[in-house]
């Protein structure tokens, strides 16, 4: 029987008479445990204040993010952190890579991932590879999903605003006997603002997106020590852009997603326990034009067997994993490569200090075998933290960098291309009390083997690996903080260093100031303000320094929500890519409303 006929078999809730007891320990990949560099939440009160409900809306704040996107809402978006590359930042889903194994550099494309069913994110700003394997070289995004805890509850929300947008989605929060799960369905639907700007291309025609996303995310508890996990989601996202520089070309672009995984835990003891997660992640993209329709399929499978242990003192996390990636496209065949890792994560703590080390194993099918490893110190007195990380990162190229035919003239794969490498360094103070929390954080990320596009009309390829890149800097965050009103300066600043090209879409300097008040329990009112350096893009263009500011209004009560979002406030014109448009002033407002 395969794992899929299980899964299926499993998706079936059972009856139990009778509540069982909590599983203590659990064999997840709890990044936090074991790593001492900068860590930021995104809780879910703070996904509520914003009624439009896409992930890059709920990113666009996290010090150290840059996000680009080529047009409005539904239009390519991209991640840039700390310096490093967007295809340089994992995403995962419930611990499933979920980045595009069909694209070009196997990046994750955040602009049709609508939020709803998402419990919360934590953002990872630094080299996650010993745990995450491949594209987590500079960073990770965890995204953990919705799974019945306010059951038995239903959730309707609905949110119309500014171009023709508007969103609707319902979330079933059900329990039976020892089993509780989260059934999400969303559309989101927006006429859109014309991808090109005016500045460079005279654009005007409006380019739409929807995104239409079910998923279901579900606990089974079978016994006091044995637990399962299941996960089924479907995104199908539709946007209009322009090809080519024109501004009526008319061409529209579809991409679904597929993903499915089961994860099974089982306790050995009260402190130690096992788990085995299978899971799948599809993507299909196709692009209707002029010329006949271009389709890309990606396949990522992981399996992973995982052990961990907890004692007093000591915590070891130690796993298997199989991975088998595919890629397929129009015109050519099928491509893809294997790899079979072990990783070893430890933790022990002696008193205020606290220690890490990591190493993971991996056999590629297509490099052979190589290491990477993580180790930290982390030093707490009272209030004050202070850590020292150092972690490894390393990205296989993608497929499509490997094997991409020469379709234009303009150049092919690579099959010569080496994995990208990171060895990057952390150093970091915290403190936290009631009234202030203030962070600095020192940071160098030092990349090898960078895979470059080079390509140019006949050009025999595209890819090469061109060189190095130091980013180093400096972050700063502060807050002050009481029952009603919370401030949070923050400000970031990063050179670049012994680069073979240039540094393209990220700035040097960036501040940010975001406030909260809240003066009765009912109601908060958000100001946010932001700041962008100058940047460069292709073909030697900058991009000009701009400030944004956004701002909402949120009404709370036991069973209904309300809230207002206003996204630049200042009508400000800016390019985050040189010739795309960018949102002007625009009105969202959404409510929710929850029964039992």
Known sequence: MSWITL??????????????????????????????????????????????????????????LTLVQSGGPGNQTSVFMRGTESRHVSFTLDSLRVNDSSNDARSYNAAYLTTPFIAG???FKGPQSVLFGSDALGGLIDLRTRKGENAPETRVNVMGGSFGTYQASVGKDWLVGNNRGTVTVTQF??????????????????????????????????????????????????????????????????????????????EIDKSS?????????????????SQPTNWYEGNLVQNELVYRKEMNNFSLLSGLVSE??????????????????LFVQSGYKLGDLKFQAGLRGEDH????????????????????????????????????????PDAFGFGGGNKDLEPERNNSWEAR????????????SFFRNSLSNLVTYVGNFGATIAYENQGRLRTEGVELATAVK???????????????????????????????????????ESSEFSVVYRWIDARRDTGSVKLNSYEVVNAGYRYIKESFDFSVQILNVLDREYEDIAGFNVMPRSYFAGMGYRFH
Request: hydrophobic share 30%; with cysteine; aromatic share 10%.
């Open 365 to 404: 099918s297509r490099y052979g075998n190589f290491l990477i490893g993580s180790a930290g110190v982390n030093y707490q007195v009272k209030n004050n933290i202070f850590g020292i990380q150092y972690s490894q990162g390393y990205k296989a190229p993608s497929l499509y960098q490997l094997y991409a």
């Open 121 to 123: 994110m934590t953002v």
């Open 482 to 520: 009481n029952k009603q009103f919370k401030v949070r300066p923050s400000f970031i600043h990063q050179q670049f260093k012994d680069y073979a090209t240039t540094v393209l879409r990220r700035p040097q300097n960036t501040a940010q100031v975001q406030m909260l008040y809240t003066p009765v």
């Open 273 to 289: 326990a096992i788990s085995l997660r299978n899971g799948m992640s599809r993507h299909q993209r196709y692009y209707y034009t």
């Open 189 to 266: 639907r927006t006429d859109g603002i014309s991808q090109l700007n005016k500045k460079r291309h005279k654009a005007t025609e409006r380019d739409g997106a929807e995104s239409i996303q079910g998923t279901s995310s579900s606990t089974h508890r079978w016994a006091n020590k044995f637990q399962t996990d299941l996960l089924l989601s479907f995104n199908r996202g539709t946007n209009e852009y322009d090809g080519f520089g024109a501004d009526t070309s008319k061409e529209h672009a579809k991409s679904d997603q597929y993903i499915l995984q089961q994860k099974t835990n089982y």
């Open 429 to 440: 103070w915290k403190y936290d009390d009631s009234t202030y929390e203030g962070e600095v």
């Open 324 to 341: 088998r990636e595919t890629m397929d496209q129009r015109g050519g065949p099928e491509k893809g490569f294997t790899v079979n890792s």
């Open 7 to 64: 899964l299926c078999l499993l998706a079936v809730p059972a009856i139990a008479a009778d509540q069982l007891e909590e599983i203590e320990v659990k064999a997840s990949k709890e990044s936090k445990k074991f790593t001492f560099g900068s860590v930021e939440e995104v809780t879910e009160a703070d996904m509520e204040r914003k009624p439009l409900p896409l992930l890059a809306n709920q990113l666009d704040n996290i010090t150290g």
